[in-house]
């Protein structure tokens, strides 16, 4: 076991490898680089570390983190895969812990311990416990086809939410030529990463935190344990919503949605917030964030081609009238779901008496449009159009609809952006 001290910003840092045998030929470890805070700008840590042999998911084999932050005499325990979603894989990497509120210091001893576990490391994956409100991460499988089978289960529609991850420093592009001239061919860079739900919020996800279900595709099976079963209202996307319910009616657009210690706030992501501790700032996306993650970098129509295909989205062609379980058509390359058809997106951009284009917003992050708009825009055809319907189409804006109107066609996706 080495260690070192460094000085390293604010923070002296005490580097130790923590070791653990893990079954292989190799013995894995882990050295802490550096810890740097952030203060003044906040008081946020980063820490870079560098793992040795680590967790290999090709052979199943997956370990976790746990840092330990010596602080003025004081501990604390940082958990990598419920705090700092820390890969365990190897290689050199960087997280970020928020410390206690107010907590900064330059006498600080950092270690790192690797464990075994049962899941990968890694921050890929949000997942939301909707019960007691824990926020795990998690790493990506093998192979995406692997970490989508994981996910596209009947525990993820209903107690657990689950977000993949768009990395920051990607040039994403948003735009089709085909489409009119208000959503040009464009390309984004982003600064941050930010976590979007591979599905659309489901009936059971909604209800999870005491809200009414106000979806009118409500018949239920008698076999609610088939997480691909068409009529189970359970994971079908929730419906029927209201733009100010979901954010507060006094919320503009550019602004997050306020903190709540309200558990029976009218608004669910005040209560989506609250009940993970108000640790992120969960959202519904921009416009440009939801194209983004609804094209997977393709620069087509669609993110499979140019050309319609009814087995790859819900539709008036095979949807019997009304919405599907969640997950029943294929992901596309990110594993998100039901990206063009099913319920369409409520997305945080509004549009008053003139037309809002996307080139308007300086960045991925802010939507365009302002308090005073009356309307809301929803991205993604939905699943009253046919295949072909120019609707369909990943640039595509789907409509507009009162902010305090429901509409039986639009749902919501949970979004958010890691600063």
């Not at 088939?226 to 919503?241: E, F, G, H, I, S």
């Amino acid at each position: 076991m080495m260690t070192n001290k460094m000085e390293c910003g604010k923070i002296a840092a005490l580097t130790v490898a923590g070791i653990l045998a893990l079954g292989a030929s190799a013995t894995p470890s882990v050295t802490i680089d550096s810890v740097l805070q952030r203060w003044p700008w906040n008081n946020k840590v980063d820490i870079t570390y560098t793992v040795t042999d680590g967790q290999d998911v090709s052979r199943g084999v997956f370990c976790k983190l746990v840092f330990n932050a010596t602080i003025d005499g004081q501990t604390y325990e940082i958990d990598g895969v419920t705090n700092v979603g820390a890969s365990a894989s190897s290689g050199t990497h960087t997280v970020t812990w928020l410390p206690p509120a107010g907590l900064r210091t330059t006498n600080c001893v950092m270690s790192a311990t690797l464990y075994s576990a049962n899941a990968p490391s890694g921050d890929d994956y949000m997942v939301i416990d909707l019960a007691d409100g824990t926020v795990s991460f998690e790493g990506l499988l093998a192979s995406q086809e692997l970490s989508n089978a994981r996910y596209n289960t009947a525990t993820y529609k209903t107690t657990k939410m689950v977000l993949r991850k768009v990395p920051a420093g990607g040039t994403y592009p948003t735009g089709y030529s085909g489409e009119s001239a208000h959503n040009k061919p464009m390309t984004w860079t982003t600064d941050r990463d930010y976590y979007l739900g591979i599905f659309g919020v489901t009936q059971s996800q909604y209800t999870q935190l005491g809200f009414d279900n106000p979806s009118e595709s409500t018949q239920q099976s008698d076999s609610p344990n088939a997480a691909t079963d068409n009529d189970y209202a359970a994971y079908r996307p929730v419906t029927k919503l209201y733009y100010d319910r979901l954010r507060g009616s006094t919320t503009a657009p550019t602004d997050a949605v306020p903190v709540s210690d309200d558990p029976n706030s009218s608004s669910y992501l005040q209560r989506l917030n609250l009940k993970t501790g108000n640790r992120f700032c969960f959202d519904i996306p921009t416009e440009i964030m939801f194209e983004i993650a609804a094209r997977a970098g393709a620069t087509t129509k669609y993110w499979w081609g140019q050309e319609a295909d009814s087995t790859k989205l819900v539709c008036s062609d095979n949807s019997s009238g009304c919405t599907k379980a969640v997950g029943l058509y294929p992901a596309n390359g990110w594993g998100f779901y039901d990206m063009a058809g099913n319920a369409a997106t409520l997305c945080r951009d509004t549009r008053g008496s003139e037309t809002r284009i996307l080139h308007d917003a300086p960045d991925p992050w802010t939507p365009v449009g302002e308090l005073t708009d009356t309307q809301a825009i929803f991205r993604q055809g939905s699943y009253l159009q046919a295949a072909n319907d120019y609707r369909m189409g990943a640039s595509n804006r789907g409509g507009y609809i009162s902010r305090n109107v429901s509409n039986t066609m639009s749902g919501f996706r949970v979004a958010c952006i890691m600063k």
